[in-house]
C-alpha cells in the first residue's frame, strides 16, 4: 500500500476529548474516526489490526473444536424476558420497537439466541458436546462510554458457547477455552493475567478475565506475588484478620461531640478504626438498606449487589437518609428496626465494637454480633485492597492495573433451563444443557495492545496483529536513482510475502520518521543516497532507538526472518 493512496491522514495534536494513551494514538494515526459517544468507525489500518486478531482467533476456536456460526443482531425481547436478564442488564439493553409494535433488543450478547438455536438441533446426548461461536457486533447502552475503544457502545466481538451433558463435561469445555485464550494472547504479543471475576449480568456461578497490564487500565487487579492468587477487585477476598478485644462487656454509651466520621470517632475515642463499625445506607430497587461494616474496610457494591440481585443499586443521599430518622454520623443497627440489615461478615471478627447511638452526638462500646444486633444477611461485601493477607497462602496481596480483553463464564444450567434446551440421555431421560460462555472483545484487544505497546513517539506494534511489517521510507526527489531503487525493493519485498507501507509522498525526512513512529509499523527501512552509496538501506525495529546498515540484495531475506520470527 501507498501512503499517498491510503485513506486516513495522521494528526500532530492530541484530541481534546480522547482521555487514554490508546484513544490518542488510534485517532492522532488516522486510525478511527469517533461518530457518536462510544460509536466509531474504523479507517484501512485499525481494520487491518482488527482482521489480524480475528484470524488469530478464529483459528484457535477452530483448533479447539469450536464451529462458527452466525447469529441474529435483532432479538425478541420476549427472549430476554423469559430469562430475566433484560433486568439484569437494565438500561444497558438496546431496546426498540418494530412497525407491528412488537418489542426488540439489539443484542449485547446471545446467549438466550444461541441456547433456543441448541434446544432445537440439539435433542440427544449424542449430539454434545458443542462449542458454536461467531465473530460479531454487539450493542451495549454503556452510561459512560470512554477510553476510545475500551468502553464503548457498538463493537466487535467474539463469542463462543459451550453446550455439555454434565459439569465434568463443562469443566473441560472450560479447559479448552482457558488454553485457547491463553495462546490468542500469546500468538497476539500480550502478556495477559488470568483472574477470578465477578459474573456480572451474564450470570453463572463461576468467572474468569483475562487481563493486560496496563497503567492506564479501569480495572484494579488484586495477587499475590507468592502464589498464584489473582482476582478482579470486584472479586477479590482478602483476609481481614480478627480484633481481639477480649470477653464481651456491657454496652456502654459515650459522649462524642461533633464527632461524625469513622476517623474523628475512632481518635476521640483513642481506639483503631479496625475496632469500630461502620454504617453506610444504600438504595436498592428504591428501597433504604441498611449496611454495616468494620470501620477501617470499604464496602464492595459488586459483592453488595449480589447479595441484594437489585436491579438498581446507588448510595443514598443525605437528604434520603435524614427523612428515613436516621442520625447520620452516630447510625448503628444497634436497635434500629424498618429497614433491611446487611453486614459485611467482619462483624464477626472480633469483640466490643464502638458503634453510632442512634442519636446525635453519641456511640455506644462494647458492640458484639450477634448479642447487640442482628442482619438479615451476613456475607463478605469488602473492598479487598493491597496489604491485606492472601487467601490462599498468606501472603502479603499486591494490586495493578489492567484492561479485560476476555472474560469466561460457567453459566451451568439456568439458561437452558428456562429456555427449553433439554436432551435425552441414554437411559431416555431428559436434562438441561449445561452451559459456557467465552467472549473476547476486538476493538478492546487492540487498545489494549497499544496501551501496552506504545512510547512518546506513538505505537508499538507486536509484530503478529501489526497492520503492516514494513515501513519502507525512501528520502528522494522525483526521477532519482533512490526512486527506483524503492520501486524494485517494493515489489521484491511483497513478492517474498511481507506487508509493506511505502511512504512514496515527497516530504521531508523528518515528516516521513514521525508518522513512521506514529503509526507503529514494525520494521523501517529507509533508502536515501547515503545508504546506496554502500549498495544498503537502513534498517530500524520500532522497538529499539538504534538503527543497522543491511545489504540491498539481503534485506528481504532478513525481515522475512525477523516477521516469521
Known amino acids: 500500500m501507498r501512503i499517498s493512496k491510503l485513506f486516513g491522514k495522521t494528526l500532530r495534536e492530541v484530541p481534546a476529548d480522547a482521555d487514554t494513551v490508546s484513544h490518542q494514538l488510534l485517532v492522532r494515526a488516522g486510525m478511527v474516526n469517533q461518530l ?60 426498540l420497537y418494530d412497525r407491528r409494535e412488537r418489542p426488540l433488543a439489539l443484542g449485547p450478547t446471545h446467549e438466550e439466541v444461541i441456547t433456543q438455536l441448541v434446544g432445537r438441533y440439539a435433542r440427544s446426548y449424542r449430539d454434545l458436546p458443542l462449542l458454536l461461536y461467531q465473530i460479531q457486533v454487539k450493542f451495549r447502552d454503556e452510561p459512560r462510554p470512554r477510553g476510545g475503544l475500551i468502553r464503548v457502545r457498538e463493537f466487535h466481538m ?21 488454553q485457547a485464550y491463553q495462546n490468542i494472547y500469546d500468538r497476539c504479543g500480550l502478556p495477559s493475567m488470568l483472574v477470578e471475576a465477578d459474573s ?54 459515650v459522649a462524642t461531640p461533633g464527632m461524625g466520621t469513622i476517623e474523628e470517632v475512632a481518635g476521640f475515642l483513642k481506639v483503631p478504626q479496625s475496632h469500630t463499625l461502620k454504617a453506610v445506607f444504600y438504595i436498592a430497587d428504591g428501597e433504604m438498606v441498611f449496611v454495616v461494616i468494620r470501620g477501617d474496610l470499604g464496602v464492595n457494591e459488586i459483592k453488595l449487589n449480589n447479595q441484594l440481585k437489585a436491579g438498581e443499586l446507588r448510595m443514598a443521599t443525605e437528604a434520603e437518609v435524614i427523612e428515613a430518622g436516621i442520625v447520620a454520623g452516630a447510625a448503628s443497627p444497634v436497635g434500629i428496626k424498618g429497614f433491611k440489615v446487611i453486614a459485611d461478615d467482619s462483624v464477626k471478627s472480633g469483640t466490643n465494637f464502638v458503634a453510632g447511638g442512634n442519636k446525635p452526638d453519641t456511640h455506644i462500646r462494647n458492640v458484639n454480633y450477634p448479642r447487640d444486633f442482628k442482619a438479615d444477611i451476613v456475607a463478605d461485601i469488602a473492598m479487598a485492597r493491597a496489604g491485606d493477607k492472601c487467601p490462599e497462602c498468606g501472603g502479603t496481596l499486591a494490586s495493578t492495573h489492567g484492561i479485560e480483553v476476555g472474560h469466561v463464564f460457567k453459566l451451568g444450567t439456568f439458561l437452558s433451563e428456562k429456555l427449553g434446551a433439554l436432551f435425552v440421555d441414554e437411559k431416555g431421560e431428559s436434562h438441561p444443557t449445561v452451559m459456557g460462555s467465552y467472549g473476547i472483545g476486538i476493538g478492546r484487544l487492540m487498545a489494549a495492545a497499544i496501551e501496552q505497546n506504545h512510547d512518546d513517539k506513538g505505537i508499538i506494534w507486536p509484530v503478529p496483529i501489526a497492520p503492516y511489517h514494513v515501513y519502507l521510507c525512501p528520502l528522494y526527489r522525483e526521477g532519482s536513482e533512490v526512486a527506483k531503487v524503492t520501486e524494485k525493493l517494493y515489489e521484491e519485498l511483497e513478492a517474498a510475502g511481507l506487508e509493506v507501507l511505502y511512504d512514496d509522498r515527497e516530504e521531508s525526512p523528518g515528516v516521513k520518521f514521525n508518522d513512521a513512529d506514529l503509526l507503529g509499523i514494525p520494521f523501517r527501512v529507509t533508502i536515501s543516497p547515503r545508504t546506496l552509496q554502500k549498495d544498503s538501506v537502513e534498517l530500524k525495529k520500532r522497538s529499539e532507538r538504534e538503527a543497522e546498515l543491511v545489504p540491498l540484495e539481503e534485506i528481504a531475506a532478513k525481515l522475512k526472518g525477523l516477521v516469521e520470527g
Open 158 to 178: 467474539k463469542d463462543l458457547y459451550s453446550f455439555d451433558v454434565d459439569e465434568a463435561g463443562l469443566d473441560e469445555s472450560y479447559r479448552k477455552m482457558l
Open 200 to 253: 456480572g449480568a451474564i450470570g453463572g456461578k463461576d468467572s474468569n478475565e483475562f487481563m493486560v497490564i496496563a497503567e492506564s487500565g479501569e480495572d484494579e487487579i488484586i495477587y499475590c506475588p507468592d502464589c498464584k492468587y489473582a482476582a478482579n477487585v470486584d472479586k477479590a477476598a482478602g483476609v481481614k484478620g480478627s480484633i481481639d478485644n477480649g470477653k464481651p462487656l456491657p454496652v456502654e454509651e
Open 36 to 95: 457518536g459517544a462510544g460509536v466509531y468507525s474504523y479507517l484501512p489500518l485499525a481494520w487491518r489490526v482488527l482482521k489480524k486478531i480475528e484470524d488469530i482467533i478464529r483459528d484457535e476456536m477452530d483448533k479447539a473444536g469450536g464451529q462458527e456460526v452466525n447469529l441474529p443482531v435483532l432479538q425478541p425481547l420476549e427472549l430476554w424476558q423469559l430469562t430475566g436478564r433484560d433486568k439484569a442488564f437494565g438500561k444497558s439493553l438496546f431496546t
